[in-house]
């Protein structure tokens, strides 16, 4: 017997939180941000907000767990630098394995969005 | 999946080794995030003010979303583990039956373990307590008799090794003696063990005094006044560690020897039974010294460093083939052999010690696969439970987690109580090998008690990753699933119980063999006929005082006087005197010549075991007369000159000629050529070996000092050791009885190893045996139980009950005959690993291996049938019903 990759998520090592749909596509619009070069977290969110026209926010609540999370899983990686206006400030970049995943997601996401474009403009 | 693991569980405990660095790290990070904010507020206009509180507001709760991110890099918080200590806690003492007997195997496994591994780290592993142990070696001669690559060295040769090699830069003599230590105010006298040795013995093993000083080359010359060291047992025991004993004058044999020192405690080389030290060139005439053919001595010595023991090796044989080939004549070994000091020392019980180690590692495998399979079926009744956390979000890692911690807790328990129980272990083991090198002093240290929690640690991660393993998601859904009534649960879990039994059984079975084997070759060594009485004879060993017996007539008059009062004493029926006592061991032999035969090929000697026996020894000792007569009274000191051959040497040196009449001359003594007047039955010097040609000179010839007082009676004979002892106090109160054994003791202690590897092998496999029955009892129990509802349904569709119970039977049984299998297979193969222990027993011995097999199924049968049996008496209404 097989069961759907929804109900397997549920038994995954996280807890499951209310708009779990919204954190994985989070976690996608991170690691797309990263393949800019490295950044640390507040040019993320900035570079987010920014380019989406302050149509999505990244709460900071939201955003260091998911760093942390990606860090854990080893997508990202991180090292202390200077910033801008010589502050100390970690420094996030893309590992292969977060390159990787980030080129699966955005199949998926692509695929998915294409489906439901499909039902909602109907031809 | 598991690369990701990996980083994760890295990264993990990076945070954990730097827990202050990543506190640290989260502060500045999140802290960073708010002067950026702040500085765009003041960018955009707002006041210093409040551009700070706009971004904290911003921010939310800051000291949670810390608490979060940290809470992500913690391998498990404390809380957590704590909170799962409490549960299981809980839920063991909930069980306490349960808990109660995984504790206790756990307890046994671990002690067990435990003692095994102090002896083995103390004596096998531990490199021995002197300076650069690694460069230490033994010497030895080879091929002095037979082909026998380990022979005691004559001081000439030693004399000549030291002269000649090259490789090694110390080298000492120590030979074996004894002497009778006289005693003090209201003591009696006691024969001690003594070790002699040249006065660079001590320096060579880096070993200093415990007071006083060692010996030196002044006290190690036959001029110097004598001389002695205490070791600290004999100085604590007998002289209650008397702090002023340095200086003090003791009575040995008689004579009086100054006390120039005490040995530290840890000296207890080569082993417990030497307990003085005396100087060898001191103590034996220089002419016995220089002698080619006294083979006595051990000789030990320290390599160069660099030199390997090969080379040391090659050198040595080279130069004895040297010395050989230049004095054919001389009775000195063909070659000589180097061997490190260690390997040496242990020889006699590095594998018995093996074979216990291996045991109690088999065993302690069972408890923990025990302990595994009873936590499979904990788990399996608490499924459901599982399954409903697992649902409401509890991750697998956590449930994991839990079953390990429950398991640490009770294989922690158990570990705990089996280091308590490895105190007294060891000490029972150390009573019942007293052979151990270094014995007394080994005791349970850090490196031990790390072994014992590591060991532990291991068990609780074996033992609770099974039932951990079977939690997998697929089981945890069909948890909730199988709450419908009509299907059987887990056959999965039930399966890897089997899996987890079938490894039981078949360690079972593996032990079980070993034991066996080593069972049956103890009952082979105690049913060898000796060749003489060894029911009902005592014996008492005693060795005369050179001072005051020198010559052959005093040593005469005192042996004749003896047995004269002996025979004379109530309850006594027979008595004789013997040098070597049957099952003693090999001890003396002497070269001899043929008059008569053709001469030998240079370089060759003919080598018998010698002993002296009076008239009577035959008779008392039940050695059998083949053919002519035994010693006569009248055959004393100069007028003995006598033989009396055992049967094997008669065969072997006059294969096809009578030698009754003929003559031998022995080459030690000035003798002239001894008539072989009668040939006698074969006796074993040691139980185990066959025995060797022997030959017999008269006691009254006054050879030799030393020996044993053999005596029969009708009664019983004990009764008699306390009037002899008193009467050879009143013949000489300064001797000593060396030993008053029974001859069913001597042959005891000759096959005391074996009995104790023998014994304790079994123990262990009973015990296994045990707990596999165990096992399989509860696990079949379950699958009855989990199968109930089922078996309802076939005995209320008619199913024959007898029908029923073979289908459960066969259900238990199948376990068991795969791991029979399996263990036969490897007792076939653990059987080859401790042939050398074996004695007239072959490694494959059909009626062990079929007794075993025979035992195992009988016994798992037995653990089965009650299960079984309970199936087949289900009332099916009742069955139906339940739930």
């Known amino acids: 017997m097989r069961y759907s990759p929804k109900i397997l998520m549920v038994l995954r090592d996280h807890k499951p939180e209310p708009g779990d749909l919204l954190r994985d596509t989070l976690d996608m619009l991170i690691l797309k941000t990263l393949t800019r070069g490295s950044l640390h977290g507040y040019a993320i969110a900035e570079y987010i907000q920014d380019t989406t026209q302050d149509v999505l926010r990244v709460e900071e609540g939201a955003l260091y767990p998911a760093l942390h999370r990606l860090e854990l899983r080893g997508l990202l990686a991180s090292e202390w630098g200077t910033s801008e206006n010589n502050r100390r400030a970690k420094y996030y970049r893309l590992t292969s394995a977060g390159r990787r995943q980030l080129a699966e997601e955005t199949a998926h996401w692509t695929r998915m969005s294409a489906a439901i474009a499909r039902i909602l403009e109907p031809a | ?883």
């Not at chain 2, 010690?353 to 608490?382: E, K």
């Not at chain 2, 030959?695 to 000092?705: A, D, N, T």
Request: glycine residues 8%; proline residues 5%.
């Open chain 2, 1 to 883: 999946m598991f690369a990701e693991w990996c980083i994760e569980l890295k990264l993990k405990i990076r945070a954990l080794l730097m827990r202050r660095q990543l506190d640290r790290d989260l502060e500045d990070e999140l802290e960073f995030h708010l002067a950026m904010r702040e500085a765009r507020n003041r960018a955009s206009g707002l006041a210093a003010s409040e551009a700070r509180d706009s971004a904290l507001r911003k921010f939310g709760n800051a000291a949670l979303l810390k608490e979060r991110c940290r809470e992500m890099w913690m391998l498990m918080s404390l809380e957590t583990i704590w909170r799962d200590l409490r549960y299981a806690a809980r839920t063991f003492l909930k069980t306490p039956g349960f808990s109660l007997v995984v504790v206790l195997v756990m307890a046994f496994g671990i002690g067990a373990n435990t003692v095994l591994f102090t002896v083995v780290h103390a004596v096998l592993l531990r490199p021995l307590p002197f300076a650069h142990p690694d460069r230490l070696v033994s010497f030895w001669e080879r091929n002095v008799v037979g082909d026998n690559d380990r022979n005691v060295v004559s001081g000439g040769v030693f004399e000549y090794w030291r002269k000649e090699a090259k490789s090694f830069e110390q080298m000492a003599v120590l030979g074996e003696d004894g002497a009778n230590l006289s005693g003090g105010a209201g003591q009696f006298p006691e024969y001690i063990g003594t070790r002699l040795c040249t006065s660079q013995f001590f320096p060579m093993l880096g070993v200093q005094p415990m007071l006083g000083r060692l010996f030196s080359t002044d006290d190690d010359r036959p001029q110097a006044n004598a001389t002695a060291i205490l070791t600290y047992g004999l100085w604590k025991r007998r002289f209650a560690a008397d702090p002023t004993i340095v200086g003090k004058t003791i009575l040995l044999d008689s004579k009086p020897y100054t006390v120039i020192g005490v040995l530290p405690a840890y000296f207890i080389y080569p082993e417990a039974r030497t307990e003085l030290w005396l100087p060898v060139y001191n103590e034996i005439p220089p002419q016995q010294m220089q002698s080619l053919g006294n083979h006595r001595f051990y000789v030990w010595a320290r390599l160069k460093p660099g030199v390997t023991v090969r080379q040391a090796y090659a050198e040595l044989d080279a130069i004895q083939r040297r010395m050989r080939h230049d004095h054919p004549n001389y009775f000195v070994g063909n070659g000589a052999n180097v061997i490190p000091l260690q390997n040496d020392l242990v020889r006699n019980v590095r594998s018995s010690l093996y074979i216990l180690l291996g045991t109690v590692g088999c065993v302690l495998l069972i408890a923990c696969l025990n302990v595994a399979s009873l936590f499979v079926a904990r788990t399996a009744s608490r499924q459901r439970e599982i399954a409903i956390r697992a649902s409401l979000g509890a991750g697998r890692s956590r449930i994991l987690a839990e079953q390990l911690v429950g398991s640490l807790l009770l294989t922690g328990a158990g570990g705990a109580f089996g280091i308590l129980l490895a105190f007294g272990g060891l000490r029972w083991i150390l009573s019942a090998r007293e052979d151990l090198p270094g014995g007394p002093s080994i005791h349970i240290d850090a490196t031990v008690l790390l072994f014992a929690l590591a060991i532990t640690a291991l068990s609780g991660i074996f033992a609770g990753f099974f039932p951990a393993f079977s939690v997998t998601r697929e089981s945890l859904l069909s948890g909730l699933q199988e709450t419908s009534r009509f299907v059987a649960g887990g056959p999965g879990r039930a399966y890897l119980r089997k899996v987890l039994l079938a490894a039981e059984v078949a360690l079972t079975v593996i032990l079980l063999t070993g034991g066996g084997l080593l069972l049956k070759s103890f009952a082979k060594l105690q049913s060898v006929s000796m060749g003489c009485a060894t029911d009902n004879v005592l014996t008492l060993s005693l060795s005369l005082p050179d001072s005051r017996y020198s010559t052959p007539e005093q040593k005469t008059a005192f042996f004749s006087q003896l047995l004269e009062q002996v025979r004379a004493t109530p309850g006594v029926t027979s008595a004789g005197f013997v040098n070597v006592l049957p099952g003693e061991g090999h001890y003396v032999d002497n070269t001899f010549t043929i008059p008569g035969h053709p001469p030998l090929p240079p370089g060759q000697s003919l080598d018998a075991v010698l002993r002296d026996a009076d008239p009577d020894y035959f008779r008392a000792m039940g050695i059998r007369l083949i053919r002519g007569r035994f010693f006569t009274e009248r055959e004393r000191l100069d007028q003995a000159k006598v033989v009396i051959l055992s049967e094997s040497m008669a065969k072997k040196y006059f294969p096809n000629e009578d030698p009754i009449g003929k003559y031998l001359t022995p080459d030690l003594f000035d003798h002239p050529p001894l008539e072989i007047v009668g040939i006698v039955d074969d006796v074993r010097s040691w139980v185990n070996r066959p025995p060797e040609p022997t030959m017999y000179i008269p006691l009254y010839r006054g050879l030799f000092e030393y020996g044993s007082l053999v005596v029969r009676s009708s009664k019983d004979v004990t009764a008699l050791a306390l009037p002899i002892q008193r009467l050879i106090a009143r013949m000489d109160p300064n001797l000593a009885v060396i030993d008053v054994l029974t001859m069913d003791q001597i042959i005891g202690k000759s096959t005391a190893d074996a009995k104790f590897s023998a014994t304790l092998v079994l123990l262990f496999a009973a015990l296994a045996l045990i707990l596999a029955a165990v096992g399989l009892y509860g696990v079949l129990s379950y699958l009855v139980a989990q199968r109930t509802n089922e078996i309802g349904i076939r005995i209320a569709l008619g199913a024959q009950r007898p029908a029923v119970m073979h289908l459960m039977l066969s259900d238990g049984m199948r376990p068991a005959a795969v791991g029979l299998f399996l263990g036969v297979m490897g007792g076939v193969f653990s059987a080859r690993l401790i042939r050398s222990e074996l004695f007239g027993v072959q490694p494959l011995d059909a009626f062990v291996f079929a007794a075993v097999v025979l035992l195992v199924i009988a016994v798992a049968a037995a653990a089965c049938l009650f299960p079984a049996w309970r199936a087949s008496r289900l009332d099916p209404l009742l069955a139906l019903r339940c739930e």
